[in-house]
């Protein structure tokens, strides 16, 4: 009898710990549902808009004049995909795109570290003001015509090395990676010169094995410019060959818009020498087109950029 009293107690004393213990965690369950239901909503609300723009690309053109928020393909063709890649200048201007990513990130990234490198050193002479300099350039540029003038005169018109050469310097990357660098302890470098290590070999040896986030979120964003710049390719480029693949698109998708604007009569001349696209379903299919190449990378660096922007935004 004793016993079953006492296993009574401790039974209901485990249910009114057990009560206890789920009112004490309540708060804190409340809190990760609504964190975790407002980042749902914040991915619903980003990648629905281009998951209606990769559905418009794969339906038909038609069909997409009705209108409406399409969640699958209600005819599926992949005709736009045809009508843009079967057009000759794509992989001629991929190859460029390409080569001029391949170049371009490894010059910037180097050019970055080295200046970014120097302006961490405390000895420097005229540091602040030198960094005072380079942020001006983040606010402030000489305009269009004065640097068309300059690439002019360099010889760069017409030339692959007019979309490396111009854009091997931005500011905000060498103050990240610089910020970087200056909350690394000073004692690594300290060392490394007391055992007659010079400023390379600090700077190869010690420094950049311990700046893989911040390097590999100047990659991304240095990957990101080269992969979807085509205002440059347009302005100081005129040989079909040196065009970049968003140059390409774009004229891709102006020649359709203009096909759009012609008369009836003409509409119905060209009906029979293309695929039954609009500009529509073009304009999806060239920015899927354009797009999903440089996200394919984004999940190989995820956790570097997240890391490299958090501790590189540590200090002012």
């Not at 549902?33 to 209606?52: K, Q, S």
């Not at 000759?88 to 050019?111: E, H």
């Not at 005129?238 to 509409?267: C, H, R, W, Y």
């Not at 039954?276 to 190449?293: K, N, W």
Request: glycine residues 6%; proline residues 5%; contains cysteine.
């Amino acid at each position: 009898m004793a016993m079953s009293m006492k296993k009574q107690l401790s039974g209901k004393k485990s249910i009114r710990e057990n009560v206890l213990t789920i009112k004490k965690r309540a708060p804190g369950i409340c809190g990760d549902i609504f964190v975790y239901g407002f980042l749902l909503a914040v991915f619903i609300v980003t990648f629905m808009p281009f998951w209606n723009i990769f559905v418009l690309s794969l339906n038909d053109a038609n069909d997409s004049l009705r209108g409406g928020f399409l969640l699958w393909p209600r005819a599926f063709t992949i005709d736009s995909y045809v009508a843009v890649m079967r057009d000759a200048r794509i992989f001629p201007a991929l190859r460029v795109t390409f080569l001029r990513t391949l170049v371009g990130v490894p010059l910037t990234l180097m050019v970055t570290v080295l200046l970014a490198y120097a302006l961490s050193q405390r000895t420097l002479p005229g540091r602040r003001p030198l960094t005072l300099f380079f942020i001006f350039t983040m606010y402030f540029s000489g305009g269009l015509i004065p640097s068309y003038m300059v690439v002019r005169s360099l010889g760069l018109i017409d030339n692959f090395w007019v979309f490396i050469f111009p854009g091997l310097f931005n500011a905000f990357w060498v103050i990240l990676v610089r910020t970087y660098l200056e909350g690394l302890p000073d004692e690594l470098v300290e060392s490394a010169k007391l055992d007659g290590a010079s400023d390379f070999a600090v700077l190869f040896r010690v420094i950049l094995p311990l700046c893989l986030p911040v390097l590999a979120t100047i990659t991304l964003f240095a990957a990101i410019h080269h992969w979807n710049s085509w205002y440059d390719s347009h302005i100081y480029t005129f040989k079909q060959e040196l065009k970049t693949l968003p140059a390409i698109l774009v004229q891709i998708l102006n020649q359709f818009q203009m096909g759009d604007m012609l008369s009836t009569s003409q509409q119905m001349a060209q009906e029979a020498r293309r695929l039954p696209v609009s500009s529509e379903t073009i304009r999806m299919t060239v920015t899927i087109v354009a797009t999903v190449p440089i996200i394919l990378v984004y999940p190989f660096l995820q956790r570097f950029l997240i890391k490299g922007m958090m501790l590189g935004a540590v200090k002012g």
